[in-house]
């Protein structure tokens, strides 16, 4: 083995235990919010475009992946929403 493999091998896996969002991805977000609400709901609570006009999850992904304030909004609702 070389230098790069064994430092590969030993590296622990990092961990975020002050993240709740951890791990969880936006897709698995979205459409959770999306049973919850629909496209209307969802417009209703996130006041954004992606979700009033001809929604559809690969848009609405396109656009909160290159949004960070709208992608923090949803975040927050999902946590709001399915936190324990």
Known sequence: MNKLTDRIIKK?????PNNPLHGVRL?????????EYGWEGLAKEVNINCFKS???T???????????????KVE?????VFSK
Do not use: C, G, H, M
């Not at 622990?12 to 975020?16: A, I, L, N, R, V």
């Not at 927050?76 to 709001?80: A, H, R, S």
């Open 27 to 35: 897709d698995f977000i979205l459409n959770q919010l999306f049973l």
């Open 54 to 56: 001809n929604p559809t």
């Open 12 to 16: 622990e896996p990092k961990t975020q």
């Open 76 to 80: 927050k609702l999902y946590l709001q």
């Open 58 to 72: 690969k848009s609405s992904l396109t656009f909160l992946r290159k949004t960070p304030w709208a992608r923090v």
